[in-house]
């Protein structure tokens, strides 16, 4: 019947993004995110944000099987960058910064596997983001590409929700690890008013867009998957300061329903009488 409420109306009800992510307890509190880039420069994020926790860390090097300590100043404008949007998002997440590109701004698979594992392992991550890509070409060996595959895996089925970035002429260019999507979220970049706003648009392997801007750095007006990866990891990490015990497979439907929801309501809005 034309007008009469549904239980899926209910159910858009309930999940609105306002309700949920503007909750007050909607602040990362809890969640343990890692963020598997270059290195963080904690002292200007900590002017920014004086509510953050203190960022850990480690240094992955290429030639080095065991990481160095992280020491808060090895940093990339790259990596704060992805830091301050995942703190803008959800200030109060435990954040752990993997340097894994260092001072040549160089990383090679096994380092970023070794990133992944650890930040499983020792950290204890519940998120973790990949603002990175290899491009399809340079990932030829299938060795490596499965040995990569197996570790996002591995993730998923230990609780792990890993975010990747699409490659920025997506959808002509596939990337890894974005391309193994599921069972990891794959972000493309898109503009929206409200930085947590978000939106699902399934083109072959990527399944959301989320703000690409950014708010510190350089390069930051210019839309990037790099930093539209950030505010949906931390649009997740929010909603785990909610429920901690959520798995990768509830977020990633919720945030669908999130999606469907404010759509429903926009519709609504825009019907006559």
Same mark, same amino acid.
């Given at each position: ?18 309700? =949920?992510?503007?909750? #007050? @307890?909607? *602040?990362?509190?809890?969640?343990? !995110?890692?963020?598997?880039? $270059?290195?963080? /420069? ?44 995942? =703190?803008?998002?959800? #200030? @109060?997440? *435990?954040?752990?910064?993997?340097? !894994?590109?260092?001072?040549? $701004?160089?990383? /090679? ?165």
């Amino acid at each position: 019947m034309n007008g009469t409420p549904t239980v899926f109306d209910e159910i858009f009800r309930l999940l609105t993004p306002e309700r =949920l992510l503007l909750d #007050p @307890r909607a *602040t990362g509190e809890g969640v343990a !995110v890692a963020m598997i880039d $270059g290195g963080v /420069e904690s002292s200007v994020l900590a002017a920014k944000h004086p509510q953050m926790h203190p960022i850990q860390g480690a240094i992955f090097r290429n030639d080095q099987p065991q990481p160095f300590p992280y020491l808060g100043h090895q940093s990339s404008p790259h990596g704060t960058t992805v830091a301050d949007i995942i =703190l803008t998002m959800a #200030p @109060r997440v *435990t954040l752990y910064s993997a340097d !894994v590109f260092g001072p040549t $701004g160089t990383s /090679e698979v096994d380092t970023v596997i070794r990133a992944i594992r650890h930040a499983i392992d020792v950290w204890n991550c519940k998120v973790i983001n990949l603002s990175l890509g290899v491009p399809e070409a340079k990932l030829q060996q299938p060795a490596k590409r499965a040995q990569l595959l197996r570790t996002v895996e591995e993730a998923y089925y230990r609780d792990v929700l890993v975010f990747a970035a699409a490659h920025n002429e997506h959808p002509l260019t596939r990337s890894y690890p974005a391309a193994f999507a599921p069972p990891l979220i794959s972000v493309d970049k898109g503009l929206f008013a409200d930085p947590l706003d978000f939106a699902y648009a399934l083109r072959e392997t990527v399944e959301f867009q989320a703000h690409g801007r950014a708010y510190l750095g350089p390069f930051t007006r210019e839309p990037a998957t790099s930093w539209a990866t950030p505010h949906l990891s931390g649009i997740a990490a929010r909603l785990l300061s909610l429920r901690p015990e959520m798995k990768p497979f509830e977020i990633k439907t919720l945030l669908y329903w999130m999606f469907v929801a404010r759509q429903s309501q926009e519709s609504k809005a825009e019907t006559p009488g």
